[in-house]
T-cell receptor, first 108, second 113 residues
Framework: GIQVEQSPPDLILQEGANSTLRCNFS?????LQWFHQNPWGQLINLFY???GTKQNGRLSATTVATERYSLLYISSSQTTDSGVYFC??????????FGAGTTVTVRA | KAGVTQTPRYLIKTRGQQVTLSCSPI?????VSWYQQTPGQGLQFLFE???????NKGNFPGRFSGRQFSNSRSEMNVSTLELGDSALYLC????????????FGPGTRLLVL
């Protein structure tokens, strides 16, 4: 099946810092989503971004489908940005496949 | 519009028992998918239902099963529970087409003793 690799696995930031999370995938995909998992386990949709660039407040994402990667940018990080960020792709078999996640800790 | 709801939120069972989890999708959504999250294996796709039919299935043993009702609500069942079935079970709904944006519920935490 498709391989989804996220980097870095862990990220510690000082409040106000900017960061970039990366997601590489091994095959062409029909869809790509970024999620934030809160401490209670709920996955919150951040972006649906099979290609191109999108922005939502302090977050933005870029997917370059031809090169099989996506980037999630967090600017001016806040403590509420802490949590696990997942990239998930929909390959040809339409089974949503998740990366292992990036754990982000933002310190005040 | 209300989000995806899952019941129960927490569950404790013993080995050998069976369990049924419930998921109500966002109003108007016709597709429901189920996922298992464990520390060791991460998030894994279990199955997807659309119009009361299983449309897709992950690589899980037959002890894991599901169904969907005419109102799009879905249930998943795990029979003969094993310790390794302890996990967070997440349900997601989407409008209709395979591969569309999925919206997740809060999950059911299952502990098997």
């Amino acid at each position: 099946g498709i391989q989804v690799e996220q980097s870095p696995p862990d990220l510690i930031l000082q409040e106000g810092a900017n960061s970039t999370l990366r997601c590489n995938f091994s095959d062409s995909v029909n869809n790509l989503q970024w999620f934030h998992q809160n401490p209670w386990g709920q996955l919150i949709n951040l972006f649906y971004i099979p290609s191109g660039t999108k922005q939502n407040g302090r977050l933005s994402a870029t997917t370059v489908a031809t090169e099989r990667y996506s980037l999630l940018y967090i600017s001016s990080s806040q403590t509420t940005d802490s949590g696990v960020y997942f990239c998930a792709v929909v390959p040809g078999d339409y089974k949503l496949s998740f990366g292992a996640g990036t754990t982000v800790t933002v310190r005040a | 519009k209300a989000g995806v709801t899952q019941t129960p939120r927490y569950l404790i069972k013993t080995r050998g028992q069976q369990v049924t989890l419930s998921c109500s999708p966002i109003s108007g959504h016709r597709s429901v998918s189920w996922y298992q999250q464990t520390p060791g294996q991460g998030l894994q796709f279990l199955f997807e239902y659309f119009s009361e039919t299983q449309r897709n299935k992950g690589n899980f043993p037959g002890r894991f099963s599901g169904r969907q009702f005419s109102n799009s609500r879905s249930e998943m069942n795990v029979s003969t529970l094993e310790l390794g079935d302890s996990a967070l079970y997440l349900c997601a709904s989407s409008l209709e087409l395979a591969g569309e944006t999925q919206y997740f519920g809060p999950g059911t935490r299952l502990l098997v003793l």
